[in-house]
């Protein structure tokens, strides 16, 4: 609930209009909150192993074939919770109430 409360108190951050820009480098690990990938990348990186998740398979196949993702500057993404989380809907609900009530 931490980070939930941190977004919420500093919203404007989140919400003021930016200058967007694509940006790339090299990261350790590939977090998503959306993502684009062509298909065969996808399914290729699916095949190192299964996780209920993806992350981990498309961070690890970049690696392997030496890409890195594409970043869209002065963005914000949210990920509320994971579904292992604790309290993760009473989570989600603090944000829905109090930050993307203001879009």
Same mark, same amino acid.
């Given at each position: 609930?931490?980070?939930?409360?941190?977004?919420?108190?500093?919203?404007?951050?989140?919400?003021?209009?930016?200058?967007?820009?694509?940006?790339?480098?090299?990261?350790?690990?590939?977090?998503?909150?959306?993502?684009?990938?062509?298909? !065969?990348?996808?399914?290729?990186?699916?095949?190192?192993?299964? !996780?209920?998740? !993806?992350?981990?398979?498309?961070?690890?196949?970049?690696?392997?074939? !030496?890409?890195?993702?594409?970043?869209?500057?002065?963005?914000?993404?949210?990920?509320?919770? &994971?579904?292992?989380?604790?309290?993760?809907?009473?989570?989600?609900?603090? &944000?829905?109430?109090?930050?993307?009530?203001?879009?």
């Amino acid at each position: 609930m931490f980070a939930a409360k941190h977004a919420v108190a500093n919203k404007e951050l989140v919400l003021n209009s930016s200058e967007f820009y694509l940006t790339k480098y090299i990261t350790p690990y590939f977090c998503n909150n959306l993502f684009i990938a062509k298909t !065969d990348f996808y399914l290729e990186a699916q095949k190192l192993f299964f !996780d209920h998740w !993806d992350e981990g398979q498309l961070t690890m196949y970049a690696n392997q074939i !030496d890409k890195s993702p594409i970043y869209v500057g002065n963005c914000y993404g949210i990920h509320m919770a &994971y579904g292992c989380t604790v309290n993760q809907k009473e989570i989600e609900q603090y &944000y829905l109430d109090n930050l993307f009530s203001c879009i």
